[in-house]
């Protein structure tokens, strides 16, 4: 399967070492966990959710690396907990991060779960029929992959781009 990361363009696409900040799928010094999105769409979103962006004047000033990574296919275990709190603000973290220890615990090297960042069916890509058209609509899924990964190939999909600007009507902010 290929999943996307958005990244800082001065760093790699991957962490490498436990010093990676806190987030939803883990606590401080358990990194590094790897964010990736099942579109680009929904990387886009986690890094504006993220940052707090709701401006859309703010949307062409971003400059990040976007990453086409290829990632195992494998049956990830999915998160045995409320939407509420697969998709809540920061203060849901603590138990998203007691699930992923126990996920990471039973010797799985990752999880899937809905995109924290985008409404339900707001992973929408497009198709060419007598010109551009919004495709189907889905639900995004976010791929959390525990460790270090020197497995994991990547491309860069764009040195320092930002997001289309609809897709920051799509993003489940914080302050929704």
Do not use: K, N
């Not at 010093?19 to 504006?48: I, K, N």
């Not at 707090?52 to 990632?71: F, H, K, L, N, S």
């Not at 939407?83 to 849901?92: F, I, K, R, V």
């Not at 090297?109 to 609509?137: H, I, K, Q, Y």
């Amino acid at each position: 399967m290929i999943a996307y990361r958005h990244v800082d363009p001065r760093w790699p696409f991957l962490w490498e070492d436990p010093s990676q900040p806190p987030g939803r799928w883990h606590g401080p010094g358990e990194g590094p966990v790897h964010y990736l999105s099942d579109t680009p769409d929904g990387a886009w979103a986690e890094f504006l959710r993220h940052e707090e962006i709701t401006d859309p004047e703010d949307v062409p000033t971003i400059r990040r690396g976007m990453w086409a990574v290829e990632v195992p296919d494998e049956t990830y275990p999915e998160p045995a907990l409320a939407e509420e709190l697969l998709t809540g603000p920061p203060e849901s973290y603590p138990a998203c991060q007691d699930e992923a220890r126990r996920i990471r615990g039973g010797g799985a090297p990752g999880l899937v779960a809905p995109s924290a960042a985008l409404w339900p069916g707001g992973a929408t890509g497009w198709r060419v029929d007598r010109g551009l058209m919004p495709g189907p609509s889905r639900d995004g899924r976010t791929v959390a992959l525990f460790g270090r990964r020197p497995d994991l190939v990547g491309w860069a999909a764009a040195a320092e781009g930002h997001p289309g600007e609809d897709v920051l009507r799509r993003v489940r902010h914080f302050t929704a």
